[in-house]
Every structure is written in C-alpha cells, then in structure tokens.
C-alpha cells in the first residue's frame, strides 16, 4: 500500500516536472494538472494511510480511525487547483488567440532572462 | 473578541461581489466605491496599528473555535504594520488608476484590486499555515486578472509564464504543508512553533525538508536570486500601476520568511538550526549584485524599475537572513522604505511610459518634463540609497545590524555588495534618466528607433471598448497626487526615522518573544 502510494506520487510528480519543462503551452497545463494530482495524494497520506476507516473519532469505543483533517486539506487544495487550472488555460488561449503563438517563452521580444 | 482585527478581510471580500455584480457598468460608482473602501481599510489598519502598538498580541478566533483546532488572526506590532503599508500603498495606487484612467481600459479592475487586498492583507493577519496559503492563492488569482488587465499579445504571454511560475509555487507550497504536517500533525503556525521545539534532535530530517520547501515558495514570492526569473518579465509587461501594487507581493514574500524562521523555525531552535541563514544570506547578496547589474543593462522602463525591485528586495533579505532582533528592526524599516519606493519608481514608470513609450532611447521632449524628470530624481535617490532619504538610513541601519550580527569576516562582504551595488545602481539611474530626460533629440535619428521602439497596437486583435463603459476623461492631476503622496510617504520615514526604528525594534522583540507567543495564541503558560 505504501509502496503503491509512494510510487504513484513520483511518477506522477517526476511526468508533471518533465511536461512543465516542455516549451508548449499545452504540455505545460497538464504538467501542471498532474503535479497538482500528485500533490493532492501527496496531502491525502500525511494523515497516514488507514484501510476501511472513518474520519470520525469514536468516544464510546476504541475503534480504528483516520485523520480527517488531510481529507479537508485536500478537498481545499483539489478546489483551488481546479479553478486556477480553468484560469490558466483561459490565459493560454487568450495568449495563443492574440499572439498566434503558443510557445511559453518569450525569446523574440522579451529578452535573455525571460 | 476584538472584531476589528477580521475586518482588513471582510470588507473587501463584500465591496468586491458587490461591485461586480451592482455596479459592473458604472465605472464612476466602482470608483467611488473602490475608493471608499480603501479609506475605511487605511482608518481601519490606522485602529489597528494603534491597538498593536501597546504590545499586546491579539488573537482571533474564526468561529470561536481555540487554537490550535481552528483557524485563527493574530494581530501583533508586525501584522498590523504590513497591514497599513499594504492599504497606504493601495490608496497611492488605487488613486493613480483612476487619474490616468487604466481602470477604464478593460474591466472589473476595482473588483480585482479589492480581492487582491483582500489576499494580501489576509495573509499578514492569519496565524495559521494553510490559512496562508489560502490567502497566498486568494491574492494571486485577482493578481492574474490584474496582470493581464487591458490585454495585448506581449502581456498575455508573460501572463501566462507569471501564471505557470505561481502555480509551480502553489504545488511547492502544498507539498510543504504536507511534509510539515506529516512530521508534526499541526498547521496552527504556534502549535507548529511548540512541536518543532520538541522534536527530539535525532529525528529532524524530514522537518528540515519541510522548512526548506516552505523557504523556496516564500523565497520564489520574493524573487529571491535562483528564483527571480519571472519577476522581470511580468512586472514589465503588467500594467505599470498594476506592478506598483505588486510592490507589496514580493514583501509578502520576505514578511512570511521573517515570520516563520523566526517564530517557528527560529534560530535558537536546534532541529533547524543553521538551515535558513546560511543559504539566504548569500542568494540574498546575489541578488542585490543581479538587480543592480539588471539596473545598468535594462534597455526598457519597465525592466528597469523591476530589477530596482530585486536590488532592493536582495538588500531587505541580507536584512532578514541576519536572524537577529537588529537585524530584523533594520529589515522592518528597509521593508517600509522599499514598498513605498518600489510603488513610486512603477508610477513614474508608467508616467514616462505614457508620454513616450517605455524604450530608453532618446525622445521628443514629452509634457510635463520638468515634473517628471524631478520625481524621477528624487525617486532614484530613494532607490539608490543614497542621502537624505530613508533609503540611506534603510541601507545604514542593515549594515549596522550586519557589523553587529558576529559575521566575522562575512560582515566585509556583505558591506562591500551593499556599496557596491549602490553605486552600481546610482550609475544606472543616471544613466537612463539622463537618456529619458537630456539627451538631445535627433528627429532623423529618432524615427528609426522610434518604430521599433514604440509599443504597437495590432489592429486585428486589439480589444474593443465597452461600448457601455464610456471611457471617462483621465485626470492627469490625480496620478501626481498619488506620485507625490508616496515621495511624502518617503519624506515622512526619513523625517520620523527615530519613532519609526523604536516600534521596528519593539517588533522585533516582540517576534523573537516565542513564548509569549504561543502563550497568547495557545492559551497555555
């Protein structure tokens, strides 16, 4: 189980890094979009990864439970990323409908530390 | 409960709804609105400034719920003093606006500029780490909108590179709270404090990944050196008024460093000990000597004033990277200092920029030239540091804390990039100003450059007016006054150096008090 998790969220931290690293824009949104899937399970295993268990805490018995406060984090974290990913592709086609061009370095206006 | 402390946050979360949805399409309301608000926030943080001031650190419980369960606003002597920068600067710029007319060259600007402070402001009272970055992504998704604001194929690609570079933080930033709350099973930014202190010292390594995660996001937010890159291009090519805002971002930036690697991760604490200082120290020297160099190469206004912002960013870092109570009282003041020169250097930018376009060539004489030329000098004075300003006791105060931090042979280096770049930079204004403002015009010569030089309008793509947004006429006399609201701004924090410095090092007492802190936030002796 951890094993799976762990490797899960390399992979898909270790493809997100090499897609944003591309000069398109496109490749870099979904690079974007899979390391924010990556960090959204990332977020979701630091509470510890508990099988068949609730978020609640039991005072009448002494049942297994799971930390509920990660599941909040990543339900703030998956609604954040989820609109900022609806901006930036707004941003990218207004970019790529204006300027024709949908490379996301500036090298023929902007200079050499763009 | 003191309520007042919630509404820096309140108040623009309900003026913004309201004017997109009220008053979308009567700009001269949004003004009068958008205005109003900004007053109310500066007599607001005026309160706030005076409350914090007697020392006593004020908690406020979101739902009533204690820390470290809920969310809480903590206001202290730091807070409240980012908070009323943050609304002066605000006022300067929300004034400019309107008097050169930028909020009428697309739309919803006074909606974004009030969620923007709402961000900011946000993320100067909140006591907790999530919080922060709730505020942090709050503030940055109105600055895309106001980044892009007005449109134009050059803006929109380095929006979309300011959009990428943030998101990349943002995902940084998560992975940071993840780390750290994995180690600690806490985001309250006291609790954080107490279990960091009692972490046993064999057991630190992936806290001390955390914290170093946690410096890059909040160093990246502060363009510090390997991480400045898309601090040019953005605040050149951003509406010029617009990066005159942002001129709180990047401060936002080096006020979550000071808060968090001296409250949480604090210098005296041993399981990070050694982490933060010893890296900072020199990136923020590089990055003095980068905005410098940037300053004598820059072939564009608005690249010009950007690199002023890195250089003074680098000298407030070394401030911050000294991790002593002077040091951070010099930082402070620096803090101040810089944020109402960055917010000046961008308006007359954008003055200049209006009159003859933003290429540092030779140029017709443009109206106003005398006004101009003159806030442009006193402006590069404050930049470069050198007297009668604050900047000169800013940068005098920074070296005295780095003479007296126990550097050892540090110290020599750290006073020679300071002069250095100084000088640097001095000859760097000089020399643009002197372009923009003396070199005689050679009209042959000139219309060559000129057609490169010129920003160009396409024609095909160009977006069309509201029809329904009648594009009032500007006011040229209000964007004085806000230039020159923030020159006396200046004037006032050289003249009051002496009060100033006594509540900057009360507050940096008060910052490295980490147990009245937590006994105040934690309600437990």
Sequence with gaps: MEILVATAVGVLTASGIYLVLRQRTFPVIVGISLLSYAVNVFLFATGRLVINAPPILNKYEDVPYTDPLPQALVLTAIVISFGMTAVIVMIALSSYLTNRDDRIDMIDDAGEDA | ?525
């Design chain 2, 1 to 525: 409960m003191n309520h007042w402390i919630v509404a820096p946050i309140v108040l623009p979360a309900v003026i913004a709804p309201f004017i997109i949805m009220v008053i979308r399409y009567h700009l001269d309301l949004q003004r009068i609105f958008s205005v109003a608000s900004i007053v109310a926030l500066n007599i607001i943080a005026v309160v706030l400034l005076m409350q914090a001031s007697t020392g006593e650190i004020q908690v406020y419980e979101l739902g009533d719920w204690p820390a470290p369960f809920g969310i809480v606003l903590v206001l202290d002597r730091l807070s409240a003093m980012m908070v009323l920068l943050t609304t002066l600067l605000s006022l300067a710029v929300v004034l400019y606006v309107i008097g050169s007319g930028w909020d009428a060259r697309g739309r919803h600007f006074h909606a974004l500029l009030q969620f923007q402070l709402m961000g900011v402001l946000g993320a100067f009272l909140t006591g907790d780490a999530f919080n922060l970055f709730v505020f942090f992504e709050v503030l940055l998704i109105a600055s895309y909108g106001l980044m892009i604001h007005s449109g134009g194929g050059k803006r929109l690609a380095a929006g979309v590179q300011y959009v990428v570079y943030n998101l990349l933080g943002s995902t940084l930033f998560l992975f940071a709270l993840g780390t750290l709350y994995a180690v600690t099973g806490t985001l309250n930014m006291a609790d954080l404090a107490a279990r960091v202190a009692e972490l046993p010292a064999d057991d630190t390594a992936l806290l001390r990944v955390g914290a170093v995660l946690l410096l890059l996001v909040f160093a990246i937010k502060a363009a510090v050196l390997p991480l400045h890159f898309w601090l040019p291009a953005s605040y050149a090519n951003a509406p010029l008024p617009v990066a005159a805002l942002f001129a709180i971002m990047t401060k936002v930036g080096a006020y979550a460093i000071l808060r968090f690697y001296t409250q949480v991760f604090g210098p005296d604490v041993a399981a990070t000990e050694g982490l933060v200082g010893d890296w900072l120290l020199p990136a923020a020297m590089l990055t003095l000597a980068v905005g410098a160099i940037g300053i004598l190469g820059a072939k564009e206004i608005g690249r010009l004033m950007a690199f002023g912002a890195i250089a003074s960013m680098g000298t407030l870092l070394i401030a911050i990277s000294l991790f002593t109570p002077q040091g951070a009282a010099a930082a402070m003041y620096y803090m101040i200092h810089s944020t109402l020169t960055a917010g000046l250097i961008f308006l007359i930018a954008d003055l200049i920029m209006e009159r003859r376009g933003g290429a540092i060539v030779p140029h017709r004489p443009m109206p106003q030239i005398g006004l101009i030329a003159s806030l442009y000098f006193v402006a590069a004075i404050a930049l470069a540091g050198m007297p009668p300003l604050s900047g000169f006791v800013g940068k005098l105060l920074v070296m005295d804390a780095a003479r007296d931090a126990g550097l050892g042979d540090t110290t020599w280096v750290i006073w020679a990039f300071i002069l250095v770049s100084s000088l640097v930079t001095i000859v760097g204004l000089a020399r643009a100003g002197s372009i923009l403002f003396w070199k005689s015009y050679d009209p042959d010569f000139v219309n060559e450059l000129e057609s490169d030089a010129l920003p160009k309008i396409d024609e095909e793509t160009r977006i069309e007016p509201d029809p329904l947004e009648t594009a009032p006429e500007p006011m040229p006399a209000l964007s004085f006054v806000a230039a020159f609201g923030l020159l006396i701004g200046l004037v006032l924090l050289t003249v009051l150096s002496g009060p100033v410095l006594d509540y900057t090092t009360a507050t940096a007492d008060q910052i490295f008090d980490r147990a009245a802190y937590l006994e105040t936030v934690l309600k437990r002796p």
